[in-house]
């Protein structure tokens, strides 16, 4: 999931316009956007990729393959990638409007769907956008509150020797997480920290590569690999659970790889000649390639390890218990990575509603006056905005109580992959191209683009179907501040 790359995110609103800054051709310091030269290459670009791909998604894909089995587990997941492939491909084409290699520079997603469709469309995508990073926000305010319960109910059961349950509340978590991320979201441009990203990183390859070696150690301990070709058998679960939950499997690959959002900045720090575009597809082949690896090696080797008890949360659902300052150790790296994610994706949709409240109401002292207060020690005086510090409090709260009211990793997760994966992954990258190339209306290359697009719709409603099947499930059994796990 794309919630490392913490350098890539910029503040724009979604209905503003792009400021263009007069071209200095021939420069050897600048490009023709008037900006500083760009450097990046094929390596660079694939990097961030990675990094920005490889996230909390990677935790359920175990569970996700369970339901699907060891045919259409693997299959699948290869579909979601050639799918993710050919889309960004055609989202890499849309960097530039007009002629491919001198045409106006689009610096984000945004951007790009203003120069190429306007309209409500820029209206429409910008809401779905908004609403996705609402989402996430609670999503990773029920996984980093998993993963602190998980910490201390693995001590918990290493120190009475697996014979307490070690049953707790996952509430209190929940709320030290919303008190840290109310104190952060206070420091403006939190996500543009330089080395945000690279903690992001080094922490979620720290988790995903732990979960990978323990599943791995469990299958040569246990000498066999576990799991059927059809998946977690009817019996295990009703028939109905068994379709809701590979509806919902859909939906929790989707969010693994949904990340196309972030793909027009990542190009927008590439150097050329060659065009962006074609470096663009390359970095993307890689990158995918890399990402599709390493998911189905976690995914499938806690299958292997779990076959049909595989947990929602490989490294919070107790399949492992030992080495126990391991799993601490992981789960450690999820906390520290989603405190910082949570304010790479939240930021953007922060200053969004500032600026456009500031737009609104210009006059508003509330709105507007920032306040010098002094810090001790040679620091800066921090500017405090009594609009800030309400808006974004009441912002985390609310993300919160809702997290408190659904505290299903799964469930939610799976909602989020299907909600953003049709609309952001797939339709505005091919109705951007097809405006791009500007490709006739019932041609064969429109049809099939069309088909493509239809086929996503399709797996999207059936993934959103299945996760909400399984909040209603959930919620029959869950009592809102009350249930212990």
């Known amino acids: 999931m794309g919630e490392n790359a913490a350098t890539k995110n910029h503040h724009h609103l979604v209905f503003d316009m792009s400021i263009d800054v007069l071209p200095q051709a021939g420069s050897k310091c600048f490009d023709d956007d008037g900006r500083l030269k760009r450097t990046g290459t094929v390596w660079t670009a694939s990097a961030h990729i990675i990094t920005a791909v490889i996230g909390s998604g990677v935790l359920s894909l175990a569970w996700a393959i369970a339901q699907l089995g060891w045919i259409a587990g693997p299959a699948v997941m290869f579909l979601f990638s050639f799918v993710i492939y050919y889309t ?48 996430v926000a609670i999503g ?43 104190l952060f979201s206070q420091i403006p441009d939190f996500d543009q920290i330089w080395w945000l990203s690279i903690v992001a990183a080094v922490m979620s390859f720290t988790y995903s590569s732990i979960g990978l070696v323990l599943g791995i150690t469990k299958v040569i301990a246990t000498g066999t ?172 709260i609310v993300t919160t109580v809702i997290s408190m009211l659904l505290p299903f990793f799964n469930d939610v997760v799976g909602i989020l992959g299907a909600f953003g994966f049709w609309p952001l992954t797939v339709y505005f990258p091919i109705e951007m191209y097809i405006a791009q190339k500007k490709i006739p209306k019932w041609s064969s290359r429109w049809i099939c683009l069309q088909m493509l697009s239809i086929a996503c719709l399709i797996i999207s409603i059936a993934a959103a179907a299945g996760s909400i099947a399984g909040v209603v499930l959930d919620l029959k059994v869950y009592k809102p501040f009350k249930t212990s796990y």
């Open 88 to 135: 960004s491909s055609l989202l890499a084409d849309c960097y530039r409007s007009g002629d491919p290699v001198t045409g106006k520079r689009n610096y984000t997603y945004m951007d790009a769907v203003r120069s190429n469709l306007g309209g409500v469309k820029v209206k429409v995508g910008g809401s779905i956008q908004y609403l996705n990073l609402f989402g």
């Open 140 to 182: 990773y305010t029920i996984a980093a509150s998993i993963s602190m319960m998980a910490i201390k109910r693995s001590n918990c059961f290493h120190e009475n020797d697996r014979k307490n349950p070690c049953h707790m509340s996952s509430n209190p978590y929940m709320i030290m997480f919303g008190i840290t991320e109310i």
């Open 225 to 396: 690999f576990r799991g059927s070709l059809t998946g977690i058998n009817i019996g295990t679960v009703t028939q109905t659970q068994k379709i809701w939950r590979s509806f919902q499997a859909l939906g929790n690959m989707a969010f693994a790889y949904s990340y196309s959002i972030i793909l027009i900045e990542i190009q927008d720090t590439i150097k050329s000649p060659p065009s962006e575009a074609k470096t663009m597809k390359k970095a993307t082949l890689t990158s995918i390639a890399v990402t599709t690896a390493f998911y189905m090696l976690c995914g499938c080797m806690g299958y292997a390890a779990f076959g049909d008890q595989a947990p929602g949360n490989l490294l919070t659902g107790f399949g492992f218990y030992n080495p126990f300052w391991l799993l601490d150790i992981a789960n450690a790296a999820i906390v520290v990575h989603l405190v910082g994610a949570y304010q790479v994706y939240c930021q953007p949709l922060f200053a969004f509603i500032e600026k456009w409240a500031a737009a609104k109401w210009p006059q508003s002292k509330f709105i507007t006056r920032e306040i010098n207060i002094p810090i001790p020690g040679g620091f800066r005086p921090y500017n405090l905005n009594l609009f800030r510090l309400v808006w974004r409090t009441a912002f985390v």
